[in-house]
């Protein structure tokens, strides 16, 4: 590692982040927004509402129940909000809603029946009552997954609690009601049993669980036993640097797990989001938990993110997930459902977050094709990861949703990360964003930097996989192997260090 701090050091690279400071008062609404009111996004959108499923298409393919929770969201908070929402109006539009809500609350999208067993260490993740897959009359049920549960769950329980502005009907109340609250009492669901220690999934349940039955004490106490369940995990899932290893269980060696993984570890530790929450109904936190959360969220806000609003994407899952737009939208979602959360993390570290928030605002509006669609993949890269299909909707919609709504903030502050167990040193500046790493899976780990790119997110050479890094010859910069799309196969010259070193 010691060539690898060499090779920062000729970059310039800052200090580590601040100090944490006391928390203040939580953000601030705040009006506006640089997405247009109006744009292509939303006119692809209205093309792919399907009058005979009652639901929104893929793009490509048939109804998906995600996407489909998702845009049911999407009308309910600019229903909400009217015309304070900083949603394109025509967003608010009650006859979809309604529409979505009886789509998402019937089957294919819901099954109900005889509760089954679950074993968490069973791949088959078929249960009942659940959500499945697809959405809409005239599809069948297919594939689940826990991850589907809750956020079907959670767009149900917000258009129940929004059900005067919508105009629901008591029947469609309580077959979305029944819905929420027959999955919530799934055993997959138990604050007792975190599946891969995926707080996020539990924590989303119960939170939606506790929006349709108004329970306080008894989401108090469940968040509780969540959040207990989920310390007897902490100690193997994070580093003492605040690292986050993915770990599942009948896989061989601990190649998933000597690397950190952010992408995951958003979508998991995220859960902490509901704290203010659970603290409202009742819950006490345990002594030094609080700070144990923040340490892995500084962490992730100062070392898992460029300052371009992108993922400084070094992970585990190697190219099963890295530049997926569907993953840098659930990370940035959950990076800002934190920084909205009053008390979660320190003020220096929100403001750092609502400031990548501004930047990802761009960065989508840099990256959307004529349709307002993102691609399925940033840089033209490849991903191993065949169950992610084609569908671009759904990566499009969680970045629409993340960067909806962002905060007045100023050009991120510089920051450097350095992990002594994963060995893996990230860096980020206004000029560009790298980072070194001394274990990959198929990344060209080792002395040089792995990825370059410039402050706008585009890449200046290799993206890190293997032949695809950087050597250095005769004090100069070039791309070896192929080259990503986009980018020239001219040699870069050396004064990219040098002007990077000014920032």
Known sequence: MLAGALVLALLGAPSVAPAAEAPSDGPRPVAGSQLPADGPLIETIDRLWSRVAGAYRGYPGSPRTRANALLLRLHV?????????????????????????????????FVDGRTTRYDPDDRDQSHRPGFTQTAGRGQRPSHQHIAIDPEVALALAEAVRARAVLGLRPAAVARARRAVLRTAAHPMFSPRRVRIGQLLWTTQMLWAKRLVDGDGRAFARAMRRALDTEDRLLPRLLTRDGGYRYQVKGRPGDALNRMDTPEYSLIALAGIQFLPQARADGMRLRRGELARYRRWGRRVVWGAFGNDGLLNWDTAWGAD???????????????????GADGVLPAADRRRARALCRRAQQRVLDLQDAHGMLPKVLYGAA??????GRDRALGSLRMLWSVSSCPDAGIPRSAASFDREQQRY??????????????????????LPVRLLDGDGRAIGGLGGRRSGFD???????????????????????????DAATA
């Open 77 to 109: 908070r600019a229903l909400v909000l009217g015309a304070d929402s900083p949603l394109p109006a025509r967003l608010a539009a009650p006859e979809r809603a309604r529409q979505l809500v009886d789509a998402l609350s019937r089957s294919p999208a």
């Open 321 to 339: 997930r890295r530049y997926l737009v569907q993953y840098w939208g659930w990370a940035s979602t959950a990076l800002q459902a934190l920084a």
């Open 383 to 388: 991903t191993t990861f065949a169950a992610a």
């Open 426 to 447: 990230a860096v980020t500046t206004p000029r560009y964003t790298t980072a070194v790493v001394g274990w990959s899976r198929d990344l060209s780990s080792g002395a």
């Open 472 to 498: 250095l010859v005769l004090g100069d910069l070039h791309l070896g192997g192929r080259p990503a799309s986009g980018s020239t196969t001219k040699n870069a010259r050396s004064d990219i260090f040098r």
